[in-house]
């Protein structure tokens, strides 16, 4: 059985995100006093049955205020994602205020709302005590029973998740979904500057108006996660909003726009870092490396829109452009794309497959301790102190990113430019070629005698 969804509907300002991020417990939607910062479907997998063996999922979905005015002329948007998520919810949360009472736009939303035959749960939020849970009671004159909560108060939480599993099983059933325990779902984050074809890039994936894609920067401000498979390998792709340098963000919507895509760096398995292909190199890149750089994580360089270019540039001269302002990520491969038309994007996409399963791979130490010292051999460490450094033994202690630790006798020995040298020959020889290597030096404890590299070396 596929996964019950669960669209949040109401008019502006009634805390629809508010009420999205209490169930799953996480700040994921945007939450601003400002009308109208939620604007693309926002969805996130919970778990009803949180506390039990047996998961019950469904997908939740926050959406845009119904009877928005939008600043940037968008209404007619983030209307239609509305009514994406009307037409496709198995269970329809309608969201009003109690504090408010019932104002003609919520009359609007619910004849709307009468038409469909999508079951309802008419919640009456910001019923921070029990005054305004009573007075929460007039909206039963919609036809609906009223469920009294306070997303703020924590008020209702448990009754309200229970409607929804209620509800969904009085409506057909809800059951567990089977999950494949193969393979893990790779996340990937989209990130990059303002319109460079991010929005546009992730309907041509999924084949449908998943997110708003518009001209208008700044278009996209949660990061949304959105499912989807392609080849029968199921994946997340984490579309984020367009960055902005520190200084360019002016507004509490902008720093918390920017501190979502940065954050979905942390989270993902494989970022795309997306350039645009008639535009150059800017600060907000830079920055973005910065934190590709932190997070250690697999990257591809992505060039959208090269059907701008087709003819007048070369990829070559693009790639050396990358590779001479990014020296230091010569490993992270390059994609030239066209996000609009879906050109190269399958095989952008089964590289990032690859880079994936690269930096999960474990790696034997026996492997390990050969490659270290062949390393030693070819370019032996120069002497610290006047003293000779060692390296006793090496073994890989995680994955994501691949981490080495080289236990020795003096981990302060190993200067950059050598660090260097070691990650590069040990990528040359492990199945890391494209993704980040983490090399940890440790000394070695007294009591530890154990030598297969300085060892090995002297026989």
Known sequence: MPIPKVAIVGRPNVGKSSIFNWLIGQRVSIVDPTAGVTRDRVSFLLDLNDEGETPQLIELIDTGGIGIVDEDNLSEHIEEQIQIALRTADLILFVVSAQDGIVPLDEHVANKLRRLDTPIILVANKSDNDKEERNAQEFQRFGWD????????????????????????????????????????????????????????????????????????GTTRDAIDIHFELDGKSFLAIDTPGFLRRKGVKTDLQFYSTNRAEKSIFRADVVLL??????????????????????????????????????????????????????????????FITGKTGK?????????????????????????????SEAL????????????????????????????????????????????????????????????????????ESSDTKDEIDAGRKS
């Not at 190269?344 to 270290?372: D, E, G, P, W, Y």
């Open 146 to 217: 009223v469920l009294a909560v306070s997303a703020t108060q924590k008020r209702g939480r448990v009754r309200l998740a229970e409607t929804i599993r209620e509800t969904l099983e009085r409506a057909g059933g809800i059951s567990p979904p089977v999950m494949a325990a193969d393979e893990p779902v790779m996340k990937l984050a989209i990130v990059g500057r303002r319109n460079a074809g991010k929005s546009t890039f992730i309907n041509t994936l999924t084949q449908e108006e998943r997110v708003i894609a518009s001209d208008v920067p």
């Open 274 to 335: 997306f350039f645009e292909a008639n535009s150059q190199i800017q600060a907000v890149e830079n920055q973005l490396i910065g934190f590709i750089r932190k997070a250690m994580k697999p990257c591809i360089f992505v060039v959208n829109k090269w059907d701008t270019l087709v003819g007048q540039m070369p990829t070559e001269r693009w790639g050396e452009y990358i590779r001479e302002s990014y020296p230091d990520l010569s490993y992270a491969p390059i994609a």
């Open 344 to 372: 190269n994007m399958k095989t952008m996409l089964n590289h990032a497959q690859m880079l994936f399963n690269q930096s999960r791979q474990r790696i034997s130490t026996a492997q390990l301790n050969k490659l270290v």
């Open 377 to 444: 051999e070819n370019n032996p460490p120069p002497l610290f102190h006047f003293r000779k450094v060692k390296i006793y033994y090496a073994s890989q202690v995680d994955v994501s990113p691949p981490t080495i630790v080289l236990f020795c006798n003096m981990p302060d020995a190993f200067s950059a430019p050598y660090q260097r040298y070691l990650v590069n020959y040990l990528r040359d020889g492990l199945p890391f070629a494209e993704v980040p290597i983490r090399l940890l030096f440790r000394k070695r």
